[in-house]
């Protein structure tokens, strides 16, 4: 053991250890804000699907400004600022200035830091440039596609068909967003108002849900659709998505019922922790049923009397990107449930095979517009319940009735009913 001299320990008393650790206090990882909702994807969910939280076109917002290969849009979105404050392509005019739009930003700016993850490493004024431009450019973006502004004939945009579709996929990227409070200030610096009138609810909603409907698993008719009233203020336009799945008021009124079932529970036996459900095709030998549920809400499930009802989801080129950023917004915010989640590892437990899709092909739940055969989509299902995990599973009791009116079943003798299926269910149940 080395000799402590009066030299040493002046060196490393307790005054130094001391500074030294403080230092490290002041790099050290602090929870997010409140406001935070604009977050790095969890390392854990980047580990077999990466490419699914990447832009592939354009950066928005300050995670991935400057990344090879993106590089090319910056002059573009700068065409579209130029575009908007000139009012280009557009009928009535309004006095729209640089420095107002700065302004306006500037006003807000350290509210909209808070929104991402920390830390960042840009600049303030940086940063304001930032929100400045690609907000402006998305509001451009969505007035050219719900047709307010005339696109010019050269815009590679809306002259490229695959420009545009990739573009609408990055805007759905949970590291891709800036704050939707943000755009509101923009666009009511920048939209002339005798043009509103032509979309008279809620505006910046309705354009931006009619570019990204494409997106969404579910049908709905637009203008009735944004006649609804939304339980919070969306965040960005991921969270407007989140939103518009999860927290909506149906069209009637009605409130968001996320699982019903009305058989018998015990609800002291009932437990809120994931479990897997059989697969289609197991369940209906079983003799459970399968039919189209209602078309309001995907995550609304029923089951009664043998017959489970399931909404219709439409799976689109980039329903399952959409998905894996859901989940990741999900997982990163302290204070959303797990509904997305339990509904994705539902659909994953409940296709197992092209048998299973093919199954709910025929009846009408699932509308595949992938192009892909019934083999692709059982994957996509199985690609979707990769790393989620979940604290709350909203399905726990209705999948445990389903599993025991499969087991009752069985013990009656149901001659379809494979012996070796006993464990799948439980002796239990």
Known sequence: MPKVTATNVKEYGPGTIAESIKKKLSYMYRLPSQDCSIFRVPKVLLRKNVNAYAPALISIGPY???????????????????????????????????????????????????????????????????????????????????????????????????????????????????PWYLLQVLYIQSVPQDQDKLFTNRDLLNYSLSFLQHTLPVKFNLPEFTQQTFKVEPKHLLDLLYCTIVYSTLVDGSTLIISKDTDDTDENQMSNAWEPVPCVKDLSQAGIKFQKGSESNILSLEFSNGVFKIPPMIIYKHTGCLFFNLIALEQSRYDYEDKIGSYVLFLNSLIKTSGDVHMLRENGIIDNWLGSDEEGVSNFFKNLGQDVYVNNFFHAGLCQNVKKYANTQRQKGASTFRPWMTSLFGAGL
């Open 64 to 178: 991935h400004h400057g990344k090879e290969g993106l590089e090319a849009m910056e002059a573009l979105k700068l065409g579209y600022l130029y575009g908007l404050l000139n009012q280009l392509g557009r009928t009535a005019q309004k006095d729209i200035t640089l420095e107002d739009l700065v302004s306006g930003v500037m006003q807000h700016a350290s509210h909209a830091y808070s929104y991402y993850e920390q830390p960042l490493t840009i600049e303030k004024d940086k940063f304001i440039e930032m929100m400045v431009i690609d907000g402006c450019f998305i509001l451009e973006l969505l007035l050219k596609f719900v047709g307010i502004v005339e696109p010019d004939t050269t815009d590679p945009i809306f002259n490229k068909p695959c420009i545009l579709d990739n573009i609408r996929r990055d805007l759905i990227l949970l590291e891709n967003q800036i």
